[in-house]
């Protein structure tokens, strides 16, 4: 379903899979998606493969990842842990009033399984530390498996959305709502710990089942 | 269905509805089940008021709490979070080699839909850091509720068991199916930080939705 309220989103680090796989949902719903990239000829490269995985007229392009937060008014940081905070800070300029939702989670190698937190609490409080109180902070989308997100399948896992205020979180919820998940308001962004670290324990159950995409489905609400 | 490794459980806080919605599922499945309280008295009365319930022939009394953990060898505490400390303090001597349940969850009133942990970094490593090394902890059962335990109505949450050691998680996840639920292994003691928060954020969603016990499922995974 194509959204009423297209935006120009900026996915950063967006030549990876998750990044790919947002991408290539929301440029099916009618965003305009600007993949960034430390290098502009790999994010021109990841928007062609998503043209053609869409098949669709879809608004997408590629540059660095200072262009594209320059550029955009909804900034989505899909970058490993370990490039969190040097980004934050690349990027602190550009981002400020802007709405920035940050899908980080911080996975320190050999423990994957184990539950590791910054000194800040959490990669989403890391974000509020760095960029300060005048961008609309979100966490999200950090559970899902982003193959299926980027194939088009069904992706049994809800999104639960932390923020720094109601408002970022509500317009949150309408952006996975555009991916076709469902999207809860999981409160304040210090929650964002429990999900984040929920991506540790969520490896760890795909290696005790031996599958691909383990994933949380909130029960005992009604659904749409 | 009956178990064919009846335990010994004491169940400390056990009059609160958290501790008899235990008690009464785990008495089912034939369990020999110690509530503990402060007040002998009221202990011995919410066991009588199981018996009632079950209607069936099963092992329950009531004591106060440091006789009910001399006694058993499973020991589950299920008191506010206000009383964790203190109570850990009092039974150290007598759980030390034995297997300890943690179901405190910290809420912080007023702000109960937001994540507030010990500084140890959850209830449970509070509890590790009190106990000792000695003791076989677990944390589980924080997201359940507790009303539909007790009720004997299915009970739609999965039950994430953190633990010190896998031995324990184990052990723990074959009692979580004695009480009917399903028990996931979640991982060391430290990952109980996101499954402890998620309660505050399941009682946001309480609110958002307007329901009473909205839980989480693990999605992905082969069941029984």
């Avoid at 021109?44 to 043209?51: M, Q, R």
């Avoid at 498996?145 to 923020?163: I, K």
């Avoid at 304040?188 to 089942?209: A, Y």
Wanted: proline share 4%; net charge neutral; aromatic share 4%.
């Amino acid at each position: 379903m194509k959204t009423n309220n297209p935006r120009k989103i900026a996915i950063l680090g967006g030549t990876g899979k998750e990044g790919k796989g947002l991408a290539f949902r929301w440029a099916l719903a009618g965003h305009t998606i600007i993949i960034g990239s430390r290098s502009p000829e790999k994010a021109a490269i990841a928007a062609d493969e998503i043209i053609k995985l869409t098949g669709e007229e879809i608004s997408i392009s590629g540059t660095d990842n200072i262009s594209a937060a320059k550029d955009a008014d909804v900034i989505v940081l899909t970058v490993p842990f370990s490039f969190h905070k040097e980004m934050l800070e690349s990027i602190k300029n550009y981002v400020q009033g802007k709405v920035f939702i940050d899908v980080t989670v911080p996975i320190v190698p050999p423990k994957v399984t184990r539950v590791q937190m910054p000194p800040e609490g959490s990669a989403a409080q890391q974000a509020l530390s760095i960029l300060g109180e005048n961008v609309k902070i979100a966490a999200a989308f950090q559970n899902i498996s982003y193959e299926n997100l980027l194939s088009g399948n069904n992706v049994d896992c809800d999104v639960l959305v932390t923020g720094t205020d109601k408002e970022t979180r509500t317009e949150v919820i309408r952006l996975v709502k555009d991916t076709g998940l469902f999207g809860l308001d999981a409160g304040p962004i210090e929650n964002s710990v429990c999900i984040e670290g929920m991506t540790s324990i969520l490896i760890g159950i795909n290696k005790q089942f031996n599958v691909q995409a383990s994933g949380i489905r909130i029960t005992g609400i009604p659904r749409e």
